[in-house]
């Protein structure tokens, strides 16, 4: 299979312009003749299912929760990047390019990155006219902070609930589409199979999560904007929710999946207190603005943090990057931490921790300036600690946050099934091997409102509008198909939970496939993977039936796909041998433990393809051609 | 830790629901609300009976999508913050919890503890928006926009649409609500165009669904996990007056 990336040809900062213009148009009158299925609608897929209806296009909305406004894009607390360059600190379009492909250690494609930070813009004046509240000066412009990787201030937000605000900047424009006729939203319904007919995406089979009801819907394209796949660890920030099914099911369909272990672990989250934690919280990286990282110097030292005097602390992100100090990328931010709790110098009583202190600018500008700036955060951080950050230091410590891998696209964000799109945390393609933050608000929108209007019409255009119906057998198989392995589920009857056996994956992946990996460890999780498999199928247990609303089930269908893409993950992890980004080997690293690339060998996605239950997957190539900027090792010092 | 939680059982929406009592033994206080729940489900799981049925999602007090009565308070015994937010160690060793659903008509109960909110969608639908379609928007300064306006915009914007304000309003009403995202758009030179024909319609529609009305009482701010003021539903009858005066 020869993957095809369509990046147009041209200089970089025309390819976008030029493209737009040698697509393919539907035209007005004929838009309303196509149907397009838009599955999930959180950032990516509510601009895109709002923005479609805009131009005219019929659109059926899906989404498993009981509103749009649901989505876990709503948990996004920091903001958006944007290169408006309104502080006047030299950032400009091709620097936000810059900073997102080194801080993704050139693992993504120059032309799609390109086109993001181009879009980025627009995404600001559509929100402002939303009625985005973002924070404001006193002469009434807006207000930038500064995130990881970047040393301008180029992120815009709404107090720490950015992602909140945007996602109701999209649902309020899907509303009114809604409210127009033009979008017909399915709530509580999971996808469940995506339908192919003569090789294109033309359907999908969903689940009434009330009712139980399995039904087929047709349409001529279909959107999958499904999130990410962190859950696979079972303790994440991502929320309960949260899964890679709708992905996975593309997978099985032929779809490619790329660059599957690309797993972005978060510097600071809240540590996990108790056994039954059921997720982790992220403290957000603006944080990291004003707060220091440290830890004791002396190993194993049990005094309260207040009682350590500043000499006996290590600030040691500041002292081994004295240029970006404690805003380096995600990636190594982490990997620091948890270095520093290896060799013993964690704190709190796990002692897998570090702290995160405001003292300096709580006296530096009040604890006024700090609660207008982070207070919902700090209030958060008690509410679940009990503990004081105005008065004590945090304690935090990396955890699953983004999954950079996804679905494979070309440049107009169509997987290698025609017909079948794929957007925002779904897909693979804008952040490489790490992402930096402020970046996944924008890229859910930069495809949702700004690249899949455009990019769909050129397929659109290409096909008959409603050449499909559910009457199809295609249809009728699918549903059989997605009935028989929910039965199955039921019918087991075993002994185990369903997050019982939940939690020994994510103990699997956490250990062997988590913020630093090894062969043996990787060669480990693809034997101990499958008989986890193999107990799940043997021993779970699902109460109730199909015919009602029944959430053990709902868990144990995504469950069933996370242990198929764990193997999945541990095998792109092993076939990886390097370190770039969130993806570190231990066996490639440099003198002073930093990650070190192979570009000889691995400047490469790798798509990977179904090819049975019980045969491995195959892994297609597609190079990286990088014509503007010099791969670099990374350097934050 | 061990608590005694008396929770509400209903098989749908159309069946008779009650109240079942189970003990649940071996809690640490660092736990939250919803994980002392998880662990009950999961030893009902194992007894072959089917688990609470409870709406959760980001256990972070951002989604909206969580809310029950415990103890006869919306979100539980604390101010400010949502259900899942809750943690243990605000309850004492022996305690009884009682968890109720919201309980108002125009949020019909789903199963147990999940109700249908999708009322509250339908009364956005009807106003709650700026008709901007994607594509040509001014530049983002174009026009300033006062440090206080925009504040008083995000305080309305922060509304989270859980239900608290409804579940605890002893008329049901959804003033709260409504009058956040009225009073968002009222205050930014954005929401101009629409601003009469969006407080009519949103009023209309929330009448429609069976909202009850606003007497005052306060509860819904006392309650509402994000603190949001009454002074919305002020400016929200403020902004319904002028328009109807101004025909």
Known sequence: MKLESKIPKGPLSEKWTSHKFNMKLVNPANKRKYKVLVVGTGLAGASAASTLAELGYQVEAFSYHESPRRAHSIAAQGGINAAKNYPGDGDSIYRLFYDTIKGGDYRSREANVYRLAEVSNNIIDQCVAQGIPFARDYGGLLDNRSFGGAQVSRTFYARGQTGQQLLLGAYSSLIRQMNTGKVKFHPRTELQDIVMIDGEAKGIIIRDLVTGEISSHAGDAVVLATGGYGNVFFLSTNAMASNGSAAYRAYKKGALFANPCFTQIHPTCIPVASGFQSKLTLMSESLRNDGRIWVPKKKGDNRAPLDIPEDERDYYLERLYPAFGNLVPRDVASRRAKEMCDKGHGVGSTKLAVYLDFADVIQRNGKNWVADKYGNLFDMYEEITGENPYKTPMRIFPAVHYTMGGLWVDYNLMSNLPGLYVLGEANFSDHGANRLGASALMQGLADGYFILPYTIADYLARTKAGKVNTSLPEFGKSENAVKENIRKLLSVNGKQTVDEIHKKLGQIMWEKVGMARNKADLENAIVEIPKLRKEFWADVRVPGSEDTMNTELEKAGRLADFLDMAELMARDALMRNESCGGHFREEFQTEENEAMRNDDEFTFVAAWEHTGDDSPPQMHKEDLVFENVQLTTRSYK | ?247
């Not at chain 2, 809690?27 to 609300?33: L, N, R, Y």
């Not at chain 2, 030893?43 to 809310?67: M, N, Y």
């Not at chain 2, 989270?160 to 009403?173: E, H, L, R, W």
């Open chain 2, 1 to 247: 830790m061990k608590v005694t939680v008396k929770i509400w059982r209903q098989k749908d929406s159309r069946s008779k629901g009650s109240f079942q009592t189970y003990p649940v033994d071996n809690i640490s206080e660092e736990m939250s609300f919803f994980e002392m729940l998880d662990m009950l489900n999961e030893s009902l799981v194992k007894q072959g009976e089917k688990p609470v049925a409870f709406d959760h999602d980001c256990r972070e007090g951002i989604c909206g999508t969580c809310g029950m009565f415990i103890n006869g308070r919306a979100h539980g015994p604390i101010s400010g913050i949502t259900t899942c937010q809750l943690h243990m160690r605000r309850f004492n060793d022996g305690d009884t919890i009682v968890v109720e659903p919201w309980r108002a008509k125009a949020f019909p109960v789903i199963q147990d503890l999940v109700v249908d909110r999708t009322s509250f969608d339908r009364i956005m639908l009807s106003g709650g928006y700026i008709s901007i379609n994607s594509g040509g928007a001014p530049d983002a300064n174009a026009i300033p926009i006062s440090k206080i306006s925009a504040d008083i915009a995000m305080d309305g914007a922060s509304c989270i649409g859980c239900g608290a304000c409804v579940a605890t309003c002893k008329n049901s009403s959804a003033m709260l609500f409504v009058s956040a995202k009225v009073s968002q758009f009222a205050v930014l030179p954005q929401g101009q165009v629409e601003r009469k024909e969006r407080v009519q319609n949103m009023v209309t529609s929330m009448d429609e669904e069976g909202f009850g009305n606003c007497t005052n009482t306060y509860a819904c701010e006392a309650e509402c996990p994000k603190e949001i003021s009454v002074a919305h539903i002020a400016r929200m009858n403020r902004e319904f007056l002028k328009a109807n005066l101004s025909g």
